[in-house]
């Protein structure tokens, strides 16, 4: 591919180079972007037969490229994958454990340090949902713990032989718009096992756009960057490149913010709390969202600050993004070597299978991806085949293009106005003809017959000029908007840079994580202490443990509103929702007495306002 | 410099809720008073003695217990009632954890077959009348409210 247009002299591969982003990542982190050849080679090729059998295909040090594009015929529900870390010996992982004195810690003895306790920016509600993901892990299959420090121990290895900062860029053309997308692949996601995260996976797939278009005069104007999350897709993932306060650039290098381990990229440095959706929890949430408006607004008995705007049926992770470790890009520490996808390269089209472990986890998160075309069941990703969709950019023309578009729409309208016109003068002259006959016969009982016929005629002419009437007014607004936006698009005028954001991912404020030991102490122990104290009562007071859960769960939500500064809030909720169950109980009990009440009430206010109406008009008559 | 804090008038349904208050201690003191009849303390020459008697006894260590624990609630509730009449912050969530803790109790008496609507009633309707928006306003416990 060549550039097309006013800028033929710039190739794709000089594009890519062009607006190549810098990349900062946190301190203690070990696995950065690299080629995927010396990995391959480190890795042996495996299938996971639908039976549960694991057959090897090609054994370490045989498997190029070329065999991941190689045609194969797998039985339904079969999974290709690789493996760059074999399966750890038991000898192995005890050596590696008592040498290190255990397998965690391998990022803090890298430098880095654990920011304040994730649990002590959640609810309590948010804590259980993570203990209950926790216990899952045992029941899902997952990464084992020494394969990360394995990992790390061959990608150094790997490394050795010469560090290589690696990425692998396209460039695409869709709607006036050109694509520059970088891929990054990094060799294991040690988010879990190092820091803290979510999850653990062998080989990591990560990606950033950005987006340009020809202006008027052919120039290439870089105009949107969009930078990969975890799974979040849309407006929300795109900052657009005159977004000072959002979009770092060195030159016109767009500059990104590495989580720690999980790679994902963030615009700004710090810390971000970010929720992991669970599936099957997905059905609750909209069920507790209903609950908490219909209280908070239905009834305005006002809302939880610690609880507003959280999904709290989502597991809360710190994601750790400070930029405060190695940076590559142009100027850096280290610098990139671009590998252009161009033309697609067969590993890349025809390898559906996963570039690490498949841990037979349901979840996903500890399987390894597939590559940048794939999903992991195989199926096309939507950031390679519909990147605009991807970024929310569909929907978006390119500002030259927009011009073009509102003046083409404004004409269209202007047209279709005057043909309104036309219409409405027409049909108003036949209505008044039509008027002027219905009322001759106005007292003419012979034409009655012919009246209604033409009564009905009138309705329907009449209804179809309120129709046209109706279009042009719409049209006439629109005109207006249309104007006002081709105004200030002529004169340069944009939208403010956020206006496409619904929900911006922000670093946590010092204020949001600074919390008092005794808070995070708190924090860490207090669903493992209710679960234990839950245990001592079923085995102490088993008739009464209905009611001991209840006293032990209003108890420590008690202790923790007290760390939290919110003691008042919460006897108040706590005080509310007695109320309700009693007023319920007092409904249930009395339920008939409260029936003939009413209806007693209503009989006597009846009657004391109708005799009260009675005697005021009685009074004014005799005045 | 001028003090620019408009003084806030009592909302009647604290007054109410006040009522309510001393109707509870009145009630509270006299189940304390009939308490100290049955165990023999009233109408006697030395009191201090016939408690002391009580302590050496494990039922009468109990019946100890409860003469501390009626005595604490009913100068709880005093407390209250005078913070409440005086539009105290701290009054109405303490006067909202009784009327809580008593809501507890009642519900557990009503799941044991001893429910006692009356006072189930009154802790309702008093809840309901301290969470209306201008009495938690006027005791500063909504944002804007005064303080």
Known sequence: MSEQGSTPAISDYE???????????????????????????????????????????????????EDLAEARDLETDAVLYLRFVDPPSLSKVA???????????????????????????????????????????FARGKVPGAVAAIAEEESRAIDAQGEKYVYYGRVFRDSGWIGLQYWYFYRYDDWRTAFEGVNDHEADWETIFVFLYADTDGTLKPRWAVFSCHDFTGDDLRRRWDDCAQLELVGDHPVAYIGAGSHA???????????????????????????????????????????????????????????????????????????????????????????????????????????????????????WYDPLGYAGLDKVPTPPDEIERLEREQAEIAQRQQELETQIAARMDELHDLGAIHSAMEGSPNLRRDSQQLDERIGTLSVAVGDLRRERSQNEALLSAIAHRLEKRRSGQYDPPHAHIKVMQEPAAPEQIRFARLTELWSAVSIGLLLVVFVLLAILVPHRLLIGLAALVAAFVLIESIFRGRFSDTVRAITLILAIIALLVLVYTFFWQIIIGALLVGGVYLIWDNIREALAGSRSRGA | ??????????????????????????????????????????????PLGVLQALGGTYQGLIQLARIVIETALIVILIVATIGLYQLRRWAWTLGMLILGIGLAFNLL?????????????GRVVAVILLDQEPVRFAFGTRPGAYE
């Not at chain 1, 696995?31 to 090609?58: K, N």
């Not at chain 1, 654990?114 to 609810?123: D, E, F, K, N, Y």
């Not at chain 2, 001393?22 to 165990?39: K, Q, S």
């Open chain 1, 15 to 65: 594009l890519l180079r062009r607006y190549e982003p810098i990349l900062h990542f946190t301190k203690g982190e070990i696995f950065f972007p690299t080629d995927i050849d010396r990995y391959v080679q480190h890795c042996s090729l495996w299938i996971s037969h639908a039976d549960g059998t694991e057959e090897q295909l090609l054994a370490e040090g045989q498997v190029s490229l």
């Open chain 1, 95 to 137: 050596r590696r454990a008592l040498r290190e004195g255990g397998l965690s810690g391998r990022a803090r003895r890298r430098g880095w340090t654990p920011g304040q306790a994730r649990l002590a920016r959640v609810g309590y509600l948010s804590r259980v949902v993570d203990a209950l993901f926790t216990l899952t892990l």
């Open chain 1, 265 to 383: 990229a963030y615009y700004r440095p710090g810390e971000y709390l970010i929720e992991s959706e669970i599936p099957p929890l997905r059905r609750v949430a909209p069920v507790w969202n209903w609950l908490q408006n219909f209280w908070e607004k239905t009834i305005q008995r006002g809302a939880s600050a610690t609880t507003a705007g959280q999904n709290l049926f989502a597991i809360p992770f710190v994601e750790y993004a400070r930029g405060n470790g190695l940076s590559v890009g142009p100027g850096q520490e280290e610098e990139w070597e671009a590998v252009l996808l161009d033309p697609p390269p067969p590993w890349l089209t025809d390898f559906r299978g996963l570039w690490g472990l498949y841990a037979r986890d349901p979840i996903g998160g500890e399987n390894a991806p597939a590559g940048p075309m794939y999903n992991r069941d195989g199926t096309p990703r939507g950031s």
């Open chain 2, 1 to 46: 410099m001028e003090n620019l804090k408009a003084p806030v008038r009592r909302p009647p349904a604290v007054s109410i809720v006040v009522l309510m208050f001393i109707l509870n201690i009145i009630f509270a003191i006299f189940t304390g008073v009939l308490m100290l009849y049955e165990l023999g303390v009233l109408g006697v020459p030395d």
């Open chain 2, 109 to 121: 008496n009503f799941l044991r077959g001893d429910p006692d609507y009356v006072l189930m009633l």
